[in-house]
């Protein structure tokens, strides 16, 4: 291999390097913008609300409202039912207690 061939070859072989460090700088420098920049402003809390909010809570506490009174009321029927049990089974016990003793 003469002198020219080897520093063509060299020469060759430098700029596929010079390629390739150059399409390693260019990944490397896609890659920094694509990362966002840090947030530098302060944002002021949002004042006010929409209305369809407060819609929405004013339809949620009705709801609530409506299931706490549907509890008390079984609630009550319940406390009715129990009464009413204890009535009768203490009317059952005295009478049995009555004939047990004749």
Sequence with gaps: MSD???????????AR????????LAAIQ?????????????QAPAVGG???KWVAIGI???FLAVSLAVSVVAFAIG?????VCVV??????ADFAANRKD
Excluded: N, Y
């Design 4 to 14: 020219i061939e080897k520093a063509s070859a060299e020469a060759v072989e430098a």
């Design 17 to 24: 390097q010079g390629d390739q460090f150059a399409m390693m």
């Design 30 to 42: 896609a890659a920094k913008e694509s990362q966002p920049a840090p947030c530098q402003h302060h």
């Design 50 to 52: 929409s209305a369809g």
């Design 60 to 62: 949620g506490g009705s």
């Design 79 to 83: 406390a009715v039912a129990l009464t």
């Design 88 to 93: 009768v089974l203490r009317s059952v016990w």
